[in-house]
Each structure stands twice: as structure tokens, then as C-alpha cells.
């Protein structure tokens, strides 16, 4: 070993262990020589400050030691680059470590702000417009605890996963993938082959789900205009496919902030219309008769409870958070919890306002679509040009919805098909994704016009999906990146969140297949539901 790394290591030393008198006096001479004054001088006060009065924070500290040793150079790595970062780089690793997924779709380029756009449109979506239907399956008191708990879990989930992100970020390693994390905490077999798949999966049936849901807002405000029009829902589910094959070939996820920023007003507007909306037929003198008793009797309702916790916990679902995080220019410190801030602001003026106000116009007679609820007979309950102007909204919100969900199947493309030593708009790399990027739509709209009941499959991938992802996850990484005390509170929290978590993805699973048997009669390819 040279000197200059020897002395290096005294000086690491100082301040990763309790220094002795032949240390110090090794060290400081070291602060004479003025090419690493500059370096480490302001260091080693700051470390032999955290040394002895915060010891509980040496972990970050004996990492660092431990890769020094290894002769890493953690300070001057190659793995940090400030300059890609703040030129609008894919993250704070070096360009030549990156794949083309992650160069071209994360590029971290964005503000706290865009993150919360971002996250608004991924939790936001119209799949909240069936929370009166999961207060019809568990009554008033469990309908708001249930909705009030997910939201204060996948809130405190979502912080611990950001918190690992920084956690990685601050020791030089920034993790851009949900598979990326799962690579890192809990070994390559479990990203590449359970977290990946998995959320690949997820958001690509999100995709289709979306597709499906935009075609019924296009025939439901077909209907409005024309009431014994002859188009059925797979016409509008190819249309809506066509609008969705232009606007995928956005480059990145960091290009989508000023639509996810429209996603967000469109979101605050069409949930007033629905809540306005409900209010009015509520006292409307057409008023519905309202019975807010749980339909079903004894296995029939736990299994309706079960399937109405899935629900919540899907509509509360996200499943991305280190591609948004990703976005986010360094340094990405507390930029992820102002985001989740402002996404939650949203949440809370949402769900809540949709989910009373439609449960108490409609009681259990909720559907799954609280704005099938303002349609009796094919005679609307609102005046026409109000329940126009509500699809409208709803319709071009879920078009930005599948654009973010889109984000992980787009990594994947360019990441097996462009070069990332090329341009990202060179002709090399614009044909394949171009080709791909289509390709995956015109899949996803072929199977949401075939699938018409993609939501019960939906609800299962839901089920063994969503909440591993965004429940427990989260608490695995956290406890085992930070190792909180085993006597602690916040270790057997997270414990807890887990296991009942799993338990209910569990049964939710089960629920969703029984689901699915009941309903199998109905189903047809290509039905006009």
C-alpha cells in the first residue's frame, strides 16, 4: 500500500473509530501537506463531532471506511458525477454505467414540485370514482377508518421507501428502480426475478386497465349525446388506444411534469363535479332511496370486506416511487417528502369528498363507477352538459395516468433496444422505440377491447401486487438498510404493517379469485359492457 492511501486511512481512521494518541498524531500531520487540507481538513472535525455526541450516526461513516479499505475511493468515485446530474443527467452515476433505460426515460432533471405532479397522477386516477362502492361493502365506520388508515400507511411507506433512496444517494450508489432497490437490499435474485417481474407486471396491467377505463368514459359520454347510439365499447376502446399510441412516444418521464400538472387540476375538477354532483341528486326530489346496511350475509360479507380493502389499498397503490424519485435533480434530499406533501394535499381533498358524498347519495346501491350511479335507465339524474363535462375530464386524466404507468415497460424497451452511446434522438434510437413503444400500446388496447372485465383480473394482480409493493416493500427495506433497534417501536411497527399486510394480500388474492368464478358467466371477448 502506497503512502498517500496510508495516510488517507489514518485519517478515516480518526474518525471511524475512537482515535488513539499514534492516530492522531499521524493524521494531523497530514494536514500540512496543502494537496489534502482541502479535501479532508473540514471533514474530520465534523466526523469526530458526530463521533461523540451522535455515535448512533456512524454507520454511514464505518460504510465508507469499509470501502476505503477495500480501496474504493468512496470521496473521488467515478460513480459521482455532479456535472451529469445538474445538466440533467439520469442520476449522480456516471453515463457509462447506465443502461439506455435508465439514461434516456429517468433523467433526473426535476424539482420537489414536478415529483408531486408526478405522484399525483400515479395515485390520483379515476380508480378512485369506486370508493362509494368499498364504503358499500363495509359500512360508514369501516369506510372511512379503512380509507383514513391506507392513507396514513401508504403515506409513511412511501416516506421510508424515499428515505432508503437518500440513504443509497448519500453513500454514492443512487438507486433509479424499484428493482434496483430490491437488487441492493435484498440480493440480485429478488429484483431480477420477483420486485422486477413483478412490478413490470403491475403497471403494465395498470396500462391496460386505464385503456379500458378511457374507452368507457368515451362511451358513456357517447351515450349522454346519443342515447340509442350503435357503437359498442371496443370502437371507443381502439379510440382512445390511438390518442395514447401518439402521446407514448414522449421521450422521458421528466417531459411528462406540465401533463401530470394538468392531471392534477383535472383530477381536483372532476372530483368536485362528482361530489357536487352527488350532493344534488341527493336532495334532488329523483333522489335514489338510500339503505346504508351491508348487503350479503355471513362468508358473502367478509369476502365483500376483503375485496373492499383491496380496493382502497389499489386506489391508494403506486408502485413506482424510485422511478419518480428518480426524476428528482441531485441532491434529492427532502425533495421526495415535500412531493408526497403536495401529492397528499390532493389525496385527502379527493378520496374523501368522492368516497362520503357518493356513498351517502347512493348508499349500497353504489357501483363500481359512482358515475354509473348518475345514469338510471339510461336517463341521467344531472343535467346532460354536467355529466359531459365530468367524462371529459376523467377522460383526459386517465390518458396522463397511462402515460406515467407506461414508464417502467419504457425502460425495459430501451434498455433492450437503444444504444446508449448514441443520441438519445439519433435515428439509431428513435426507430426501435418508436416501433416498440407503439407496439406495447396497440398490445394493451387490444387486450382491454378483448378483456372487458380487466377490472376483476385487475383486483387480483391488485392484490399480489399493489400491496407487496406499496405495504410491505417498504417496510422490509427499511429495516433492513437502517436496522432500527429490535426493542424500538419504529422496527415492530414496521413488522406489524408487514405481516397483516401480507395477510391481506392474501385473502384479498382469494377474494378476487372467487370474484372472478361469480362473474365468469358474463363474460364474453369482446362484450358491450
Known amino acids: ?3 498517500n492511501l496510508t495516510l488517507k486511512l489514518n485519517i478515516l481512521n480518526l474518525y471511524c473509530s475512537k482515535p488513539t494518541g499514534v492516530d492522531l498524531l499521524i493524521s494531523l500531520s497530514v494536514l500540512h501537506n496543502p494537496s489534502y487540507r482541502p479535501q479532508f481538513c473540514s471533514n474530520i472535525f465534523g466526523r469526530l463531532f458526530t463521533h461523540t455526541f451522535y ?14 479499505k477495500m480501496g474504493t475511493a468512496v470521496l473521488d468515485s467515478p460513480k459521482l458525477s455532479p456535472e451529469h446530474g445538474e445538466k440533467g443527467g439520469a442520476a449522480t452515476v456516471g453515463p457509462k454505467e447506465l443502461d439506455a433505460g435508465a439514461l434516456f426515460v429517468l433523467k433526473s432533471r426535476g424539482t420537489w414540485l414536478h415529483c408531486g405532479y408526478h405522484l399525483t397522477t400515479a395515485i390520483v386516477a379515476p380508480a378512485l370514482l369506486s370508493l362509494p362502492f368499498a364504503f358499500a361493502l363495509l359500512g360508514w365506520a369501516g369506510g372511512v377508518l379503512s380509507l383514513a388508515l391506507a392513507g396514513l400507511v401508504t403515506f409513511y411507506s412511501y416516506n421510508l421507501l424515499s428515505l432508503v433512496l437518500e440513504h443509497h444517494a448519500a453513500l454514492g450508489k443512487r438507486q433509479l428502480r424499484f428493482r434496483d432497490m430490491a437488487h441492493d437490499v435484498l440480493g440480485p435474485g429478488w429484483g431480477r426475478y420477483f420486485v422486477g417481474p413483478l412490478q413490470l407486471g403491475i403497471c403494465y396491467g395498470a396500462v391496460i386497465a386505464c385503456t379500458l377505463l378511457g374507452g368507457q368514459s368515451l362511451k358513456y359520454i357517447y351515450l349522454v349525446a346519443r342515447p340509442n347510439g350503435s357503437m359498442e365499447l371496443y370502437h371507443f376502446v381502439v379510440i382512445f388506444g390511438g390518442l395514447t399510441l401518439v402521446m407514448a412516444q414522449m421521450p422521458s ?6 401533463i401530470n400538472l394538468i392531471s392534477l387540476l383535472l383530477c381536483l375538477a372532476y372530483c368536485a363535479c362528482t361530489t357536487a354532483g352527488a350532493i344534488y341528486v ?6 335514489p332511496p338510500r339503505d346504508y346496511s351491508i348487503t350479503g350475509v355471513g362468508i358473502n360479507t367478509v369476502f365483500g370486506a376483503f375485496n373492499a380493502f383491496s380496493i382502497i389499498a389499489t386506489t391508494y397503490g403506486n408502485g413506482i416511487i424510485p ?3 428518480a426524476t428528482i435533480a441531485p441532491p434529492v434530499t427532502g425533495k421526495m417528502f415535500k412531493g408526497l406533501l403536495v401529492c397528499y394535499a390532493v389525496v385527502i381533498s379527493t378520496f374523501f369528498s368522492v368516497a362520503i358524498s357518493g356513498y351517502w347519495a347512493f348508499g349500497n346501491q353504489s357501483q363500481q363507477s359512482v358515475l354509473s350511479n348518475f345514469m338510471v335507465n339510461n336517463h341521467p339524474l344531472l343535467p346532460k352538459w354536467f355529466l359531459l363535462m365530468t367524462n371529459v375530464f376523467t377522460l383526459v386524466q386517465v390518458s396522463a395516468v397511462v402515460l406515467v404507468y407506461m414508464q417502467p415497460t419504457n425502460v425495459v424497451i430501451e434498455r433492450a433496444f437503444a444504444d446508449p452511446k448514441k443520441d438519445q434522438f439519433s435515428v439509431r434510437n428513435v426507430v426501435p422505440r418508436l416501433i416498440f413503444r407503439s407496439l406495447s400500446i396497440v398490445l394493451a388496447t387490444t387486450l382491454a377491447a378483448m378483456l372487458p372485465f380487466f377490472g376483476d383480473i385487475m383486483a387480483l394482480f391488485g392484490a399480489f401486487g399493489c400491496i407487496p409493493l406499496d405495504f410491505i416493500l417498504p417496510m422490509v427495506f427499511y429495516n433492513l438498510t437502517f436496522k432500527p433497534s429490535r426493542k424500538g417501536l419504529v422496527y415492530w411497527g414496521n413488522t406489524i404493517i408487514a405481516v397483516l399486510s401480507t395477510v391481506l394480500a392474501l385473502v384479498g388474492a382469494v377474494a378476487s379469485v372467487r370474484q372472478i368464478i361469480l362473474d365468469a358467466k358474463t363474460y364474453r371477448l369482446f362484450a358491450n359492457m
Open 1 to 3: 500500500m502506497n503512502l
Open 55 to 68: 455515535p448512533q450516526n456512524r454507520s454511514h461513516i464505518n460504510h465508507t471506511h469499509r470501502r476505503w
Open 323 to 325: 422511478e419518480i424519485q
Open 282 to 287: 341527493g336532495y334532488s326530489k329523483n333522489a
Open 253 to 258: 418521464f421528466h417531459s411528462l411534469r406540465h
